[in-house]
């Protein structure tokens, strides 16, 4: 079974930038020692400060969906309530 790449792109509402940001790194540690987690980067945009993007890699899609209803990602959703503009989130599969 091919594992499974999220990419995540994450805004900031207007002067929200600095919660978003220290919200979503504290998501790093718990999440990189999840079952399942190959790799869990999160980047900032160099232009665009209040863009922010998680690069993941899962060994299976139904391992990043126990991901996705882990408790740290709830707490996350709460802290951050009316502090994100938007999340995309696109599934990918690697093929080179």
Known sequence: MPKL????HVTAN???TEL???ALEK???PTRTET???TYDLHQDNTDPAHFMFFEVWESRALWQDHMKAP???AHAKATEGAVAGVVLHE???IA
Do not use: R
């Open 20 to 22: 978003v940001k220290t």
């Open 72 to 74: 740290h990602l709830a």
């Open 5 to 8: 790449t999220i990419i995540a």
């Open 92 to 94: 990918m599969t690697q």
């Open 36 to 38: 399942g987690c190959i």
């Open 14 to 16: 207007p002067g929200k």
């Open 27 to 29: 998501l790093v540690q």
